[in-house]
């Protein structure tokens, strides 16, 4: 442990190499604002700096490499705006490049920054939700395939049996504004009798996808109440609480003016109309090339 005349140093010395900025928040398309709104809930004077790479989404079928790539360009953006600490708020690419990206990446590009991802607050909170130890995680194709959910829940709870199942109908349904709807129905039904006929023990279930909490309502529609349905938001949002009360020097250099702004790849206008499906207020949104 350090001595207090030591961390003082080290504190001083960290904020030394940063320039104060925003916290960055990512998401190949518009997943992510589920994160952010529960983040600026729980700290809303902190200021923010949401991408959202929606030219290129969505990445739930991508290559791991190709979702590197995208993600580190993100990541790169994001750095290049200030950011000090970057979220992504992406469960593919949490799966897919986050590691990457901290034991690759970072030490070259500044050893000083920092990347977090979505699936490791939400498997700290799973060992005390589940009572019958078998828990199942509805996601996309990317999430489900890379194992992330089973590998990171196995090495925290050995004893707890995860079972996966892909979901690729259900980020349509949302950007489609179909979520609510009657259409919506077999879909939604279809998956949940899939996942509780491979393993009929389960009695939580995490949405594994940032769009999937608009979905909430429906689900539930068709779960028995002995199950219960964990989205991600207010787990992210409370560890990232905790990380910064835990790593002094990294909330030093995060603004605290309680603004936000919001980037896409793709049109502007049109990444406004559709972020109000998940924020319910109209928003200002410059478009920004990664290429």
């Known amino acids: 442990m350090l001595s207090l005349h030591r961390k003082h140093f080290y504190i001083i010395n960290y904020t030394i190499m940063l320039k104060p900025g925003p916290i960055g928040v990512f998401d190949s398309g518009y997943g992510g604002l589920t994160i952010l709104s ?81 699936i490791r607050p939400t498997v700290e909170a799973i060992g005390e939700l589940t009572k019958s130890r078998h828990v199942g995680v509805l996601g996309t194709v990317g999430t489900i395939q890379s194992e992330s959910y089973p590998l990171e829940i196995n090495k925290l709870y050995p004893d707890i049996k995860v079972t996966g199942e892909a979901c690729p109908m259900w980020v349509p349904l949302v950007e489609n504004r179909e979520y609510d709807s009657e259409g919506a129905d077999y879909f939604i039904k279809d998956k949940l009798n899939n996942i509780l006929s491979k393993d009929p023990q389960i009695d939580t279930l995490i949405l594994g996808c940032t769009h999937y909490p608009l979905l909430l309502n429906k689900i539930k529609q068709y779960l028995p109440q002995t199950i219960q349905v964990i989205s991600q938001g207010e787990y992210v949002a409370r560890s990232l609480k905790d990380y910064l009360r835990r790593h002094v020097e990294m909330d030093m250099v995060c603004t605290k003016n309680g603004k936000t702004k919001y980037f896409t790849t793709e049109y502007p206008k049109k990444f406004s109309e559709s972020a109000t499906i998940f924020l319910k207020k109209e928003i200002e949104v410059e478009r920004i090339d990664l290429e």
Do not use: W
């Open 38 to 118: 529960e983040i600026q809930t729980l700290m809303p004077e902190y200021d923010y700096c949401y991408l959202g790479d929606n030219s290129r989404a969505p990445y739930g079928s991508r290559s791991f490499d190709v979702v590197y790539q995208f993600t580190r360009q993100s990541v790169m953006a994001l750095f290049e705006r200030g950011c000090n600490l970057v979220i992504l708020a992406c469960n593919t690419a949490s799966a897919k490049a986050l590691r990457t990206i901290q034991q690759k990446d970072l030490p070259d590009i500044n050893h000083s920054k920092r990347v977090l991802g979505v």
